[in-house]
């Protein structure tokens, strides 16, 4: 291609987490390489027409506009972010033209155990019927996400799809501050407050135990409604801080969730990482960052904190390394993985 | 032991999770339901429809979670989902109607996510088999009822929508209906319907509201159902549709939309207005009934919704264990009201006149288990209302459980009281038993609770021990199930030397010497405070020399302090207050229907001071009967001033004596107790 390519977008911007987050930054480097045109589909997923504040920020700073629910919506390279916002419907009245498609898989087709997390069939289905394009591709966004795109591609074998070698990585480019010099064992752990985003109580209890120096909770919104009694907890709805007084509050980000669910990559502890804490969480959600996080289990956390109080010097030097790692997820890397995928070769309808 | 939840949180929900609960119930499961789920504004009916689904669940008990109308899952029930502590061998199942895959797998998600484990999703959405109503929570399983054999005379239920009340002609063609002798009519309205039956003058019609009896009740009482209006109203009455139909019993759809008949159910379509039904069910049904049970029970659709399948997905099998240990039927007695003395001594007389007392047991308050006792008869205790407990009727939802518990089918309960208690009616309603109303006369006007002559419907039988004089009993009314019999009355043997013997023992024992006893009986203090008259006849006896002045209460009961500080007069707690009675030269009582027949029927002189309030019988009445007939004196309360002067007249002017005379002369019914409890075992018609 000699000229800019042009890349539409067509996300349901309403997503609260990390999926707007993701697109946000995204959006910030695409922009620089290519023409780019944000089509935003209202969804039954959410109601309303409230953008999400992070993602609105962006398209502001990029003078972007959003264009609401065209029914026709043409570039080489239409990116649909998420597909999961179709999944309450039965119908999808939009018409895509594009050399490719790219569907960018935010969550996990399958939850551990390979159940099925949603119905990928019909929302893969809905982008089907309404894209023509050379080549219609699914890009994971890690490795543990794209190992469920591929058993659930295997379960399904009418799904003809082909797969993005490469992942479609989150950008995490986050502000990197230094690691505490004498960190102490005060923990903590952020998310939504959904119901997959914790663990249950007695390994809760096990991470954030009474005899921790401090245990913060931000998003523990479950808790605070009817939960167990834990005055040791320091518990705050979600977004009821700044998260740079959430992590000035702590030295260890402790993160496990419902054994049930497991995140797709996991924002949460790069953004932890870029902060300056050490990350424990389960070798599953460990994985998309290699040994950036310490995988362990919710019995193994109490030794694990205590070692790195008791020799500060290993605290910071696997912090500093952590935050090294972080390079492979940044704006930099995430376009060169982009300028791979436009300059490939697309002759092969799908 | 299953725990069911459901996927919402509301008052809903709550009610077909109760319902679906109570259908395992009756399979035989051991089930609970998690009383944190439970919403907050409950009514009485609910209360007692839920009261024996909430129980400890010991965590190593519980084997099933079973969660119905998952399709709906709301934050509140996810919170309380993930606050159960479940053992890994715990099964997890969803039970839903799915619109879609997604639908399913986004219940399922969320649950999983709560509890932390992967649940078992059941989707009862079948293209094929349609359910008899659309959006239920319930998973709406037929049952069936108990194997009761069909009535003699069928029983028709007919359910009535609020709206056909309001045409004119409706009570009329009921009250038309309720004269045939083909089938026993009752109507299933909704509350406020009954109410506004109740207050027009066809209040004499059987009449449910649907939520004052367990559905179990309504289906065993039930030969034949009507529907009438625009569909089935609710899920509690389409699971009443699928029981009668799984029992061989009749269902006959009469909704405007052929509610039941569309969805393929084995219901015969009748006709739609009520006016039509007495000829159809003459002419169709009535010829056919074993017919059309048989061909409801053969229906593939109903097989397609019997709880059978249901049981298969979950994985249950009904335990098939030898079920309660096997025992004689028993007759349990249970008299109520205030601190019931009366009743239990009634019922205990009845009790003992039964060809099997030691069948015979009851049920009391605390208060009456030492009389009961002291007759031979085992007590359960009941719990007596109290201001301190949160509702006025909790303590009666506790009595509903224990009388629950302790009774079952082929029961007889023998109730003597006025107020017919929920868990009085709910328990014979749902038990299935054979319920016998001791209900003795001589009410105030007004006293007798409308709710209590509604319940009499529960009732096998009314018994009324008659008063001793005609006049104070009702002249028989048109009413086929009420019988009079003679007063029930103790009855101990005179002797001669008997009252001399007492006396001697009395001297002896209280170390008094007396030549005149006098013996005051006057109540327990429920309904007035009688010191005022205690200090009265106190004073008045210390004057006298030489007498004896004894107050009985009942073993337990408080005695006013003032009574101690006579010379003459001492405070006795005994249950052997006839004997001492019979040995005094005057009782001075109040006229309750025990001491006052028991006084006429021993030949004892006696002044009656009656005791009166608003909630108790005419004893004024009842004494002024027997005092215009020269067999005792009366003295109302009014009237304490003459009181000494009638003394005086028993005592120092023969009046005991002409009295005593009289009463031997006087010619009294035979008493009742034998004709009570041969018409509870059914040896004679009354």
Redesign the interface.
């Known amino acids: 291609m000699g000229q800019r390519p042009s890349i539409a977008y067509v996300i349901d911007p309403r997503f609260p987490g990390g999926t707007s987050s993701a697109i946000a930054q995204e959006l910030r480097v695409t922009s620089r390489m290519a023409d780019v045109t944000v089509h935003a589909v209202a969804s039954q997923m959410f109601s309303g027409t409230d953008i999400a504040p992070q993602l609105k920020r962006t398209l502001a700073d990029l003078g972007l506009n959003v264009i609401w629910d065209r029914p026709a919506i043409a570039a080489d390279m239409v990116v649909i972010h998420n597909p999961t916002f179709l999944?309450?419907q039965?119908t999808w009245n939009a018409r895509i033209i594009a050399r490719q498609v790219v569907v960018v898989t935010h969550e996990n087709f399958l939850?551990p155990?390979r159940?099925?997390?949603?119905?990928v069939?019909?929302c893969l289905g809905l982008i089907d019927r309404c894209a023509f394009a050379l080549r219609k591709t699914i890009a994971p966004i890690s490795a543990y996400n794209r190992r469920t795109v591929s058993d659930w591609l295997a379960q399904n074998p009418v799904c003809q799809w082909n797969v993005l070698a490469r992942d479609w990585f989150n950008i995490c480019d986050f502000p990197i501050l230094a690691p505490n010099r004498s960190p102490r064992d005060r923990r903590g752990r952020h998310s939504r407050p959904?119901?997959?985003k914790f663990?249950?109580?007695e390994d809760m209890d096990r991470c954030f135990p009474d005899h921790a120096a401090r245990n913060v909770i931000l998003g523990g919104d479950?808790y605070l409604?009817?939960?167990?009694q834990r005055p040791h907890w320091e518990i705050h709805s979600f977004r009821a801080i700044e998260i740079a007084d959430y992590f000035a509050m702590i030295d260890f980000m402790v993160y496990f969730t419902?054994?049930?669910?497991r995140e797709s990559f996991g924002r949460v502890l790069a953004e932890a990482i870029a902060a300056g804490k050490v990350v424990i969480s389960d070798a599953g959600t460990a994985s998309a960052f290699g040994q950036a996080v310490v995988a362990a289990k919710p019995s193994e956390v109490d030794a694990i904190i205590g070692h790195f109080v008791a020799h500060p010097a290993e605290y910071r030097r696997h912090v500093l390394k952590a935050q090294a790692r972080l390079a492979d997820f940044s704006a930099q890397a995430f376009g060169k993985m982009l300028q791979e995928v436009l300059s490939a070769p697309v002759g092969v309808a799908a | 032991m299953i725990l069911v939840e459901a996927g919402e949180c509301s008052e809903r929900s709550h009610d077909a999770k109760v319902l679906f609960a109570l259908q395992l119930a009756r399979r035989g499961y051991a089930v609970a339901i998690d009383d944190k789920g439970i919403p907050q504004a409950l009514d009485r009916n609910q209360k007692f429809e839920i009261a024996p689904l909430l129980v400890e669940i010991p965590p190593e008990a519980l084997t099933h979670l079973v969660i119905i109308g998952a399709e709906n899952i709301d934050n509140e029930t996810l919170l309380r989902l993930r606050d159960h502590a479940l053992g890994p061998k715990v099964k997890i199942f969803c039970v839903g109607r799915f619109a879609d895959l997604q639908a399913l797998v986004g219940s399922r998600a969320k649950i999983a996510y709560a509890l932390g484990r992967e649940p078992q999703m059941l989707d009862l959405t079948d293209a094929e088999i349609k359910p008899l109503m659309d959006g239920t929570v319930a998973p709406l399983m037929a049952v069936g009822s108990s194997e009761r054999p069909p009535s003699a005379v069928p029983q028709l239920f007919v359910y009535l929508p609020p709206e056909m009340l309001d045409e004119p002609m409706t009570l009329p063609i009921l009250g038309a209906m309720d004269q045939l002798a083909g089938f026993r009519l009752n109507l299933i309205v909704t509350g406020k319907s009954k109410e506004q039956i109740r207050a027009t003058r066809h209040e004499y019609l059987s009449v449910f509201s649907y939520t004052e009896i367990s559905l179990t009740a309504l289906a065993d009482m039930a030969d034949i159902v009507v529907f009438f209006g625009d569909s089935v109203p609710g899920e509690k009455m389409a699971a009443l549709a699928l029981d009668m139909m799984r029992s061989s019993k009749v269902v006959i759809d009469g909704t405007t939309r052929a509610a039941l008949v569309s969805r393929g159910a084995p219901a015969l379509r009748g006709p739609q207005d009520l006016a039509a039904l007495p000829n159809y069910l003459d002419q169709t049904v009535l010829v056919n009934c074993a017919e059309i049970g048989r061909q409801a029970g053969i229906s593939a659709w109903l097989k397609n919704h019997a709880i059978e399948r249901l049981e298969q997905r979950l994985g249950l099998t009904p335990p098939d264990g030898p079920g309660p240990a096997k025992r004689k039927a028993k007759t349990l007695f249970v008299p109520t009201n205030g601190n019931g003395l009366g009743h239990a001594q009634r019922c205990t007389l009845i009790a003992a006149a039964m060809e099997n007392p030691s069948d015979c047991a009851f049920a009391a308050f605390k208060s009456c288990v030492s009389l009961v006792a002291s007759k031979g008869f085992a007590a359960l205790p009941l719990v007596q209302r109290s201001d301190e407990h949160p509702e006025e009727f909790a303590n009666d939802l506790l009595n509903y459980l224990r009388l629950q518990r302790s009774l079952r089918r082929g029961d007889r309960l023998v109730f003597d009281g006025g107020y017919v208690f929920d868990s009085i009616y709910r328990t014979i309603m749902e038990k299935g038993l054979e319920a016998y109303w001791i209900r003795r006369g001589l009410w105030q006007a007004g006293q007798m609770s409308p709710v209590s002559l509604d319940r009499q419907k529960a009732f096998r039988r009314v018994i009324v021990p008659d008063e001793a004089f005609g006049e104070l009993n009702a002249a028989p009314g048109w009413e086929s199930n009420v019988f009079h019999v003679g007063p029930i009355v103790q009855q101990l043997p005179v002797k001669s030397r008997g009252p001399a013997r007492l006396k001697d023992r009395l001297r002896r024992h209280l170390n008094v010497e007396f030549d005149e006893l006098v013996v005051t009986m006057l109540g327990g203090g429920v309904a007035a405070d009688r010191s005022a008259q205690l200090q009265t006849l106190c004073n008045l006896f210390e004057r006298r020399a030489s007498c004896l002045h004894l107050i009985l209460v009942w073993p337990g009961s408080k005695v006013h302090p003032g009574v101690y500080a006579w010379k003459n007069s001492r405070a006795v707690q005994t249950k052997n207050a006839l004997a001492l009675c019979q040995a005094a030269d005057l009782v001075i009582s109040a006229a309750g229907y025990n001491s006052f027949h028991e006084i006429l029927f021993h030949g004892i002189p006696a002044i009656f001071v009656p005791q009166m309030a608003a909630y108790m019988d005419d004893q004024e009445r009842r004494a002024l009967a027997a005092s215009e007939r020269g067999l005792s004196g009366t003295i109302l309360a009014s009237e304490m001033l003459l009181l000494e002067r009638e003394v005086a007249a028993f005592l120092d002017g023969g009046k005991a004596a002409e009295i005593r005379r009289n009463l031997k002369k006087a010619e009294l019914p035979q008493p009742g107790n034998r004709a009570a409890a041969q018409l509870i075992e059914g040896l004679c018609d009354g």
């Not at chain 1, 159940?115 to 119905?119: G, H, N, R, S």
């Not at chain 1, 409604?225 to 167990?228: D, K, L, Q, V």
């Not at chain 1, 419902?258 to 669910?261: E, L, Q």
């Open positions: 999944k309450f039965k939850r155990g159940i099925e997390a949603f119905d069939a019909s959904g119901f997959e663990p249950a109580l479950t409604e009817t939960g167990p419902a054994p049930t669910w």
